[in-house]
T-cell receptor, first 112, second 120 residues
Framework: KQEVTQIPAALSVPEGENLVLNCSFTDSAIYNLQWFRQDPGKGLTSLLLIQSSQREQTSGRLNASLDKSSGRSTLYIAASQPGDSATYLCAVPGASYDKVIFGPGTSLSVIP | GAVVSQHPSWVICKSGTSVKIECRSLDFQATTMFWYRQFPKQSLMLMATSNEGSKATYEQGVEKDKFLINHASLTLSTLTVTSAHPEDSSFYIC????????????????FGPGTRLTVL
């Protein structure tokens, strides 16, 4: 059974710092991995999707990497801004591919 | 990317009433939609998979008679919380899979903005 964990659960950094969020999954046979952002009381915003054949994806100040063999993914945020404050979720497909299994999330606060 | 909408965005109801939440795929046809529930400070938990033209598939522990799902068309799935109670108060999010999307892989899902349900 696929399980997804995220470390740390919460993170507070001063504005301008670079930071790394970690995601681990137990079953390395994944089709892809997706990172989402969720603002309080809001739905999900898809940030990056990495296919199993890729090692990383970049979008602006965000860079996501994937190491299937070790069951890990990282989300790197460069030059953090207060507007980056949100909960970040990683997700992988379940065994049936239709289902998506979410990690518990990392709550990020960027202090001005 | 594909757009998924939900209506209403929030609803407050009295205990014992039923509430219907709609999930629509706006610019694509979704043969499969998914319903998630999220309690405060927790992650999303899949409740059920909604299949157009057939019965929904419920996850273990989810009462199918309490959470009625109807997927009558390729662009609309509804979740009805029957005889709602305060413990049903939660954030409900739907997602839809676009079978024609190839950029992210066959199982890329697009999420709605969520519906906040508060049962008094």
């Amino acid at each position: 059974k696929q399980e997804v964990t995220q470390i740390p659960a919460a993170l507070s950094v001063p504005e301008g710092e670079n930071l790394v969020l970690n995601c681990s999954f137990t079953d390395s046979a994944i089709y892809n991995l997706q990172w989402f952002r969720q603002d309080p009381g809001k739905g999900l915003t898809s940030l990056l999707l990495i296919q199993s054949s890729q090692r990383e994806q970049t979008s602006g100040r965000l860079n996501a990497s994937l190491d299937k063999s070790s069951g890990r993914s990282t989300l790197y945020i460069a030059a953090s801004q207060p507007g980056d404050s949100a909960t970040y979720l990683c997700a992988v497909p379940g065994a049936s591919y239709d289902k998506v299994i979410f990690g518990p999330g990392t709550s990020l606060s960027v202090i001005p | 990317g594909a757009v998924v909408s939900q209506h209403p965005s929030w609803v407050i109801c009295k205990s014992g009433t039923s509430v219907k939440i709609e999930c629509r795929s706006l610019d694509f046809q979704a043969t499969t939609m998914f319903w998630y529930r999220q309690f405060p400070k927790q992650s999303l938990m899949l409740m059920a998979t909604s299949n157009e033209g057939s019965k929904a598939t419920y996850e273990q522990g989810v009462e199918k008679d309490k959470f009625l799902i109807n997927h009558a068309s390729l662009t609309l799935s509804t979740l009805t919380v029957t005889s709602a109670h305060p413990e049903d108060s939660s954030f409900y999010i739907c997602s839809a899979r676009d079978p024609l999307t190839t950029s992210g892989g066959a199982n890329e899902q697009f999420f709605g903005p969520g519906t906040r349900l508060t049962v008094l």
